[in-house]
């Protein structure tokens, strides 16, 4: 065990607090990180490190012994946090198998955040498994997560990637690295199922509590709390998967272990976004049925969100029966609500200001042709209303051609000029996402060349993904389709 070293509070700015310790012992594991061989800072993410209220210059310097697990800092009290999950629909007991919770930064302005070390040795929750973590994983996690955030989308973020100076040992050798993952929390949907795996109610009441005092306070004196927890769940996650459903992301690996309970956008594993258009896309070389493919997203959140209510029916009624009708009717609310956020998202990407009751034909009739003509998901939305949709190759269908003059026809029908339908259209279309192939040309040259310049061009062009700047060609251009048909994404594990 190492000695915690004996550093100013303020000298970097965190301003550890440790309020997970506040659950019963069972619910995590003191666990210091590894010490490395020859740590290195090869990202680090200033404006992030800004937003936390970090002394950027002084981090800066030790970011590579600190940010590697090498030198403690004052406050922290690492852990690493016991969960279980349905892991493609099979359940197992689990937790941080390498990831190492330093603790609870507060910012200036009083917000909290995990700042955790993923790749930082291994833990009682290992098994058999080395606790490290590839370089290549880790660095597309961050470019994917930070992407993520650059879309609007809620989402953990990443504030570092250090490499470690020693390979990890996967099917060949690979430089290890640690990745500063930064989160409202890493409560999942897991942490609760493991909770109710205990049998012990108190377990799982003060989970439920704690959870509601860290992310819903408001609801803390409610009739029924932990039905409107519930609710509230239920709520972020069909806003937050109509938002991935919005720009082509697919999570690879929805387990209910991946689930975050805040709404954020929790493991980039095999995660990766369509070009072409097919809602069956799936990426992951792991999901050999297609249980997590792009449209199969919203029916695998309903799925999860069950098993968490499945989890607290014995803290929402006293009656068994009555706490499943109870759950039962918020659970079925679900799919009504993801269309609900689907629809405002997708109308924003037509220009629809008003609404109307075709709507929803008027966008499920563009992704069918977008589908029939393999064409391209993000530049198809973004081109809509200029004169790159007339040259575009889905315009040769006279069926598309007909949904333009349907669609320019809606448009006419609401108060704000075109060109305003265009402006709107321009905050809801991303001009660039990170393009799997972009994402794997960097990935290759950062780890196996150790040129990051690629890497951080691509960081650069997905930082303002809405703006029309002048970028080359590369960033906003599909792949050959023959790359889809090939590619694929792996855990990283």
Same mark, same amino acid.
Request: net charge negative; charged share 20%.
């Given at each position: 065990?190492?000695? *915690?070293? =004996?550093? %100013?509070?303020?000298?970097?700015? @965190?301003?550890?607090? &440790?309020?997970?310790?506040?659950?019963? !012992? $069972?619910?995590?594991?003191?666990?210091?990180?590894?010490?490395?061989?020859?740590?290195?800072?090869?990202?680090?993410?200033?404006?992030?490190?800004?937003?936390?209220?970090?002394?950027?210059?002084?981090?800066?310097?030790?970011?590579?012994?600190?940010?590697?697990?090498?030198?403690?800092?004052?406050?922290?009290? *690492?852990? =690493?946090? %016991?969960?279980?999950?349905?892991? @493609?629909?099979?359940? &197992?007991?689990?937790?941080?198998?390498? !990831? $190492?919770?330093?603790?609870?930064?507060?910012?200036?302005?009083?917000?909290?955040?995990?700042?955790?070390?993923?790749?930082?040795?291994?833990?009682?929750?290992?098994?058999?498994?080395?606790?490290?973590?590839?370089?290549?994983?880790?660095?597309?996690?961050?470019?994917?997560?930070?992407?993520?955030?650059?879309?609007?989308?809620?989402?953990?973020?990443?504030?570092?990637?250090?490499?470690?100076?020693?390979?990890?040992?996967?099917?060949? !050798?690979?430089?290890?690295?640690?990745?500063?993952?930064?989160?409202?929390?890493?409560?999942?949907?897991?942490?609760?199922?493991?909770?109710?795996?205990?049998?012990?109610?108190?377990?799982?009441?003060?989970?439920?509590?704690?959870?509601?005092?860290?992310?819903?306070?408001?609801?803390?004196?409610?009739?029924?709390?932990?039905?409107?927890?519930?609710?509230?769940?239920?709520?972020?996650?069909?806003?937050?998967?109509?938002?991935?459903?919005?720009?082509?992301?697919?999570?690879?690996?929805?387990?209910?272990?991946?689930?975050?309970?805040?709404?954020?956008?929790?493991?980039?594993?095999?995660?990766?976004?369509?070009?072409?258009?097919?809602?069956?896309?799936?990426?992951?070389?792991?999901?050999?049925?297609?249980?997590?493919?792009?449209?199969?997203?919203?029916?695998?959140?309903?799925?999860?969100?069950?098993?968490?209510?499945?989890?607290?029916?014995?803290?929402?009624?006293?009656?068994?029966?009555?706490?499943?009708?109870?759950?039962?009717?918020?659970?079925?609310?679900?799919?009504?609500?993801?269309?609900?956020?689907?629809?405002?998202?997708?109308?924003?990407?037509?220009?629809?200001?008003?609404?109307?009751?075709?709507?929803?034909?008027?966008?499920?009739?563009?992704?069918?042709?977008?589908?029939?003509?393999?064409?391209?998901?993000?530049?198809?939305?973004?081109?809509?209303?200029?004169?790159?949709?007339?040259?575009?190759?889905?315009?040769?269908?006279?069926?598309?051609?007909?949904?333009?003059?349907?669609?320019?026809?809606?448009?006419?029908?609401?108060?704000?000029?075109?060109?305003?339908?265009?402006?709107?259209?321009?905050?809801?279309?991303?001009?660039?996402?990170?393009?799997?192939?972009?994402?794997?040309?960097?990935?290759?040259?950062?780890?196996?060349?150790?040129?990051?310049?690629?890497?951080?061009?691509?960081?650069?062009?997905?930082?303002?993904?809405?703006?029309?700047?002048?970028?080359?060609?590369?960033?906003?251009?599909?792949?050959?389709?023959?790359?889809?048909?090939?590619?694929?994404?792996?855990?990283?594990?």
């Amino acid at each position: 065990m190492k000695t *915690p070293a =004996t550093l %100013a509070p303020d000298r970097y700015g @965190f301003n550890f607090d &440790n309020s997970y310790l506040q659950l019963p !012992a $069972i619910f995590y594991k003191k666990q210091q990180p590894a010490e490395v061989k020859n740590p290195e800072t090869v990202l680090f993410n200033d404006s992030l490190g800004i937003a936390l209220g970090l002394n950027i210059n002084a981090i800066k310097k030790q970011a590579a012994q600190f940010l590697s697990g090498n030198m403690p800092y004052h406050g922290a009290d *690492p852990i =690493t946090q %016991a969960y279980a999950g349905h892991q @493609f629909g099979h359940f &197992n007991i689990l937790g941080d198998g390498r !990831a $190492i919770l330093l603790g609870e930064h507060i910012t200036p302005n009083k917000q909290r955040f995990d700042i955790q070390l993923k790749g930082a040795g291994r833990t009682p929750y290992s098994r058999s498994g080395d606790g490290r973590a590839a370089l290549g994983p880790m660095l597309r996690e961050y470019i994917i997560s930070e992407a993520m955030y650059a879309l609007g989308i809620s989402t953990t973020r990443s504030l570092a990637v250090i490499t470690t100076g020693e390979n990890v040992y996967r099917d060949d !050798a690979f430089p290890g690295a640690v990745l500063t993952r930064v989160a409202s929390s890493h409560i999942r949907v897991g942490t609760f199922q493991f909770a109710a795996a205990t049998q012990n109610l108190q377990h799982m009441q003060a989970l439920a509590d704690y959870t509601i005092h860290r992310h819903f306070p408001e609801i803390a004196e409610a009739e029924n709390k932990y039905l409107e927890f519930l609710t509230r769940v239920i709520d972020l996650q069909a806003s937050l998967i109509a938002k991935w459903m919005h720009v082509g992301f697919i999570h690879g690996v929805m387990n209910t272990d991946n689930m975050s309970i805040c709404g954020e956008t929790l493991d980039y594993g095999p995660c990766a976004f369509i070009n072409t258009y097919h809602p069956e896309t799936v990426f992951s070389s792991i999901d050999t049925n297609g249980r997590y493919a792009f449209g199969n997203q919203p029916k695998i959140a309903h799925w999860n969100l069950i098993r968490l209510a499945e989890t607290l029916l014995p803290l929402i009624h006293d009656s068994e029966k009555k706490s499943i009708l109870l759950a039962s009717e918020c659970l079925d609310k679900f799919p009504n609500k993801f269309l609900a956020f689907w629809l405002a998202g997708v109308r924003k990407k037509l220009g629809i200001f008003n609404q109307e009751t075709d709507d929803l034909r008027l966008a499920e009739d563009l992704l069918m042709y977008m589908q029939k003509n393999t064409a391209d998901f993000t530049n198809t939305f973004r081109s809509l209303g200029t004169e790159a949709i007339n040259s575009a190759e889905i315009s040769q269908d006279a069926g598309f051609r007909n949904w333009l003059e349907l669609w320019k026809a809606r448009l006419s029908r609401q108060n704000e000029p075109f060109t305003e339908s265009i402006k709107l259209m321009h905050t809801a279309n991303p001009k660039v996402i990170p393009r799997n192939h972009l994402v794997e040309d960097a990935l290759n040259a950062a780890v196996n060349d150790g040129n990051m310049i690629i890497l951080n061009d691509l960081l650069l062009a997905v930082s303002d993904p809405y703006a029309d700047l002048n970028l080359p060609p590369k960033y906003t251009q599909a792949p050959e389709l023959l790359f889809d048909q090939q590619y694929k994404t792996y855990c990283g594990t």
